[in-house]
Structure formats: C-alpha cells, structure tokens
C-alpha cells in the first residue's frame, strides 16, 4: 500500500522551515527519506525504525510515530541545495525486510 | 569508493524485443533492488536480491524478471517489450539485509518505440 505524502509541493524561501510528512495504513517497520534532483538518483538521507527514534543530520531530522504509521521530515533553515523532490519509503512489518514502497514524492524548490 | 553502477544508461528497443539491464553494487553490498520510476506512477518496487536470491518482487508482470550473480552483480531482464515499459530503472544496494539505507545508481532509461 503506497504511503501517501503531504504536502504535494512546497515553495520556500531561504532560511525557512518546512515539514513533509509520510502517511501510511499499514503497520511499518521503517521508514527511509530519499531526495532526488532532477536527473539524478535519489540519494538516501536518513532511516527511522520502530521506537519513534528520531534521526537526523546538519538541519535535516526526521521523526516516526509507529502507533500513527506517520513520519515527518524536518527542514530547518532550508537552503538553495535543499530543493528536489523528497521520497518517503516505507518497509511494513508483513513483507521481508528489502521491499520499500515509496510516496509519490513532494517537490521542494527553495528559493533566494 | 566507487557508487552503483547500472549499465547502459540509455536504451532505445522496438516494441516485442527483450532487454537486459545490469547493475554492480558497492563493494561489500549483498542487497540489490530494481525499481521502475515514471512520471505517472512514481517509484515502484521491481524485485530485491540477497546473496543470489529474490527475497522479495513487485507487482509486475512476468515479463520482468532478474537474477544476482555470486559477486553480487545484478541484472534485471524485460521481454516482449511494450511502450509502457518506457521507464528510468533503478537499481540499489544496501550493505545487508536489515535496517540499512540504500544507494542507488544514475539508472537506465529506457525507451520503448
């Protein structure tokens, strides 16, 4: 069941905040984020497990809520290399671990 | 240290043909994913190989099929092409089974005509 993301696109200026949040109806056992500029592969930015750990790196964190099958991801005083589009992928606990169903993807363009 | 490597990068095939895709992993990585990325539908999950086994496949039709190589090498196979198969094919690897992110390669696009 594909993991549905909201917002759909964000438009920001540098140095603001924003928060794209992943949505699932199955019970998960992580959560992946993944960027992707255009015409490049998605590059993967942080991995959340069951437990509501919460990750992060530089002004990028990210959170999980396993009751809500929701994770957020947070970006803090956004910067131009911040636009492209943010993929949430999700593994659930029913299928083999190596199996990530992705969002359809929100588009971030970040701009002077 | 070298990233994924997916091999080639473009491809243009007629309508009925077959193709075949292949991909190298990071050094040391046992995981190998396809994935299939189209402005319509998104990323979707082909098929995942762990030390030569396909431990988990997508909802596509037997047309696409894959293997893994003992070097852990991969490569994904597509036959009686059809122009819906018209696609960026993705491939990536993670260190292990297990709680690992993925890298993936710049992929193959694919035009079917």
């Known amino acids: 069941q594909q993991p549905v993301q909201s917002p759909q696109a964000v438009i920001l200026r540098e140095g603001e905040d924003a928060v794209i949040n992943c949505s699932s109806s199955k019970a998960l056992y992580s959560v992946h984020w993944y960027r992707q500029k255009h015409g490049e592969a998605p590059v993967f930015l942080m991995i959340?497990?069951?437990?509501?750990e919460q990750k992060g790196h530089e002004k990028i964190s990210a959170s999980f809520n396993e009751k809500k099958q929701q994770s957020s991801l947070y970006l803090t005083a956004s910067q131009l290399s911040y636009s492209g589009t943010y993929f949430c992928?999700?593994?659930?606990?029913?299928?083999?671990?190596?199996?990530?169903?992705f969002g359809q993807g929100t588009t971030l363009q970040v701009k002077p | 240290k070298a990233g994924v490597t997916q091999t080639p990068r473009y491809l243009i095939k007629t309508r009925g043909q077959q193709v075949t895709l292949s991909c190298s992993p990071i050094?040391?990585?046992?995981?190998v994913s396809w994935y299939q990325q189209t402005p319509g539908q998104g990323l979707q999950f082909l098929f995942e190989?762990?030390?030569?086994?396909?431990?988990n496949k997508g909802n596509f039709p037997g047309r696409f099929s894959g293997r893994q190589f003992s070097n852990s090498r991969s490569e994904m196979n597509v036959s009686t092409l059809e122009l819906g198969d018209s696609a960026l094919y993705l491939c990536a690897s993670s260190k292990e089974a297990g709680p690992y992110g993925y890298t993936f390669g710049s992929g193959t696009r694919l035009t079917v005509v």
């Open positions: 190989y762990f030390s030569e086994t396909q431990r």
């Open positions: 959340l497990l069951k437990g509501g």
């Open positions: 992928g999700t593994e659930e606990v029913d299928s083999n671990t190596g199996k990530l169903i």
């Open positions: 050094s040391g990585h046992r995981s």
